[in-house]
């Protein structure tokens, strides 16, 4: 059986404890190749260029 909390949680702690769960937005920024805007660490879907070489061929099925 597994251990369960001693006490209710009142609103005001639980409002306390889940302060920091919420949701922050995805950052994006430009290609350099081709300007459109991507996913940092992530190949470009425009033009499929990564850390300054082509590494996915676009408009092929591998790409999608």
Same mark, same amino acid.
């Given at each position: 059986m597994a251990p369960l909390p001693k006490r209710k949680r009142s609103k005001s702690s639980k409002g306390h404890?889940?302060?920091h769960? $919420?949701?922050s937005?995805?950052?994006?920024?430009?290609?350099?190749n081709c !300007?459109?805007?991507k996913a940092p660490h992530r190949a470009?879907? $425009?033009c499929g260029y990564y850390n300054?070489?082509?590494v996915i061929k676009? !408009?092929?099925?591998e790409a999608e």
């Open positions: 404890h889940k302060s769960n $919420a949701l937005p995805v950052s994006m920024g430009n290609c350099p !300007g459109s805007v470009c879907q $425009a300054g070489r082509q676009v !408009g092929t099925p």
